[in-house]
């Protein structure tokens, strides 16, 4: 290059978050800190679609060079059926959160699970191999993770549910999975929780959102459980305040927001960041919300 010559503009691949309501989603500082992490080169916006526009507005984005996106509510499904091939844990999900364009179409997968087996054993330190899990809910929430924990061999995974019917259509599902790992997988309606204290209890409802409890037999909650509810905000949620008043540890899922994102990430560029100074600097906005 001559003296005078400007260096060529290298832009940013693109990426966004794809939603309705999108504005509250935490995923563009998330993704502009593993970038600032990793050096590497993107650019990451929220993107507003129409409840009945998704499928166009996800077009658009990629004509205009995009490369991937995250999916949130109320589009996972949506993002399933778009696309052309789909990981194994997607396929389990029957729901797709990441989105990558390739050259031979459209990949889809499914990160949830992955960031809530890691927040659990990375962040929070609890073993989920031969530990004695319950997943309270039977809805998608539930689904996309069943398959990331049997992964992790737990002894046994109860799945309860407020309709029996749902709970019992989920250990169908999965029951071939569970042989695989060696894991017993039972459940069915609140009855079905064992009033016996768990290693772990996921709250997979969205119960606490409206801060409603899921029934579930006090007793399933002891010292040494971890208490997960997979919803977080600057406070407490009535599942953690619970648990803690029954002696639990208790977590919110602001972590397995984070780890998702670092899978999805690692989706995306094939470089894995670190969740955890990410997590640690939410955490800290999230205090001074709470002050």
């Known amino acids: ?68 996106l995250n999916v949130t ?16 844990r997607a396929a389990a999900a029957g729901a797709v959160n990441t989105l990558r364009f390739d050259a031979d179409g459209i990949f889809g997968d499914n990160t949830d699970g992955f960031g809530l087996v890691r927040d659990i054993e990375v962040n929070l330190g609890a073993a989920l191999e031969g ?35 749902k709970a019992h259509a989920l250990i169908e599902q999965f029951e071939g999975a569970a042989g695989e790992f060696g894991c017993l997988l039972n459940g069915g309606g609140p009855h079905a929780v064992d009033p016996n204290p768990y290693d772990v209890i996921v709250n997979a409802t969205a119960g606490s959102l409206d801060a409603a409890l899921p029934e579930c037999d006090e007793h399933a909650f002891g010292a040494r459980t971890l208490a ?32 998702q994102a670092a899978e999805s990430f690692f989706v995306w560029r094939g470089v894995r960041p670190e969740g955890a100074p990410v997590l640690a600097a939410l955490r800290a906005q999230l205090a001074a919300q709470a002050a």
């Not at 309270?136 to 029996?164: D, F, H, K, Q, S």
């Open 131 to 165: 530990a004695r899990v319950l997943l309270l809910g039977a809805g998608g929430a539930a689904r996309g993770v069943v398959l990331p924990m049997l992964e992790r061999r737990p002894r046994e995974i109860t799945i309860v549910n407020r309709t029996a019917p």
């Open 1 to 68: 290059m001559s003296a005078g010559e400007s260096k060529p503009v290298v832009r940013a691949d693109r990426y966004a978050v794809v939603g309705n309501p999108v504005a509250h989603s935490k995923s563009p500082y998330i993704h502009a800190q593993f970038a600032l992490q990793t050096g590497e080169r993107v650019e990451y916006d929220r993107l507003l679609a129409p409840l009945d526009g998704f499928v166009e507005h996800v077009q658009a984005f990629h004509a205009a060079g995009g490369r991937g």
């Open 228 to 259: 997960y509810d997979m919803m977080y905000g600057a406070q407490h949620t009535v599942f953690m305040r619970h648990a803690e008043a029954l002696g639990a540890r208790a977590a919110d899922g602001l972590g397995m927001l984070v780890e």
């Open 73 to 88: 509510v109320p589009f996972k499904l949506e993002a399933h059926a778009l696309a052309h091939k789909l990981s194994p």
